[in-house]
């Protein structure tokens, strides 16, 4: 099971840090995927961390932005996001998947967390 929290109403240019807390499962063994979905659009791959996290891979529209990390003895996975803009607006995913190579599509993944919404507004 994945909780994902952290989401909230952020002017523009600011930041946030998502968090997903997992259980029921040994959290080491996934590859853990960060995914957002705007209003009319598709679900789209943010940003994921190997299961080690030693490796990251990001979307082009995150690199530079977001950073994803991942606490294995917490069973966490954090997405931190630095100068939010208008278009990051949408509900945020967390997702696990078996792996062992970072996912960018959505199909890839096999557990979900319930999303939490980022508005980011002035």
């Known amino acids: 099971q994945l909780q994902a929290s952290g989401g909230g109403l952020v002017q523009p240019g600011g930041s946030l840090r998502l968090s997903c807390a997992a259980s029921g499962g040994a959290f080491s063994n996934y590859v853990m995927g960060w995914f957002r979905q705007a209003p009319g659009k598709e679900r789209e791959f943010v940003g994921g961390v190997n299961r080690g996290g030693t490796s990251t891979r990001y979307a082009n529209s995150a690199k530079g932005r977001f950073t994803v990390s991942r606490d294995n003895t917490a069973n966490t996975v954090y997405l931190q996001m630095y100068g939010l803009k208008p278009e990051d607006t949408a509900v945020y995913y967390c997702?696990?998947?078996?792996?062992?190579?970072?996912?960018?599509?959505?199909?890839?993944?096999?557990?979900w967390g319930q999303g939490t919404q980022v508005t980011v507004s002035s």
């Open positions: 997702a696990a998947d078996e792996g062992p190579l970072i996912d960018t599509e959505a199909r890839g993944y096999a557990y």
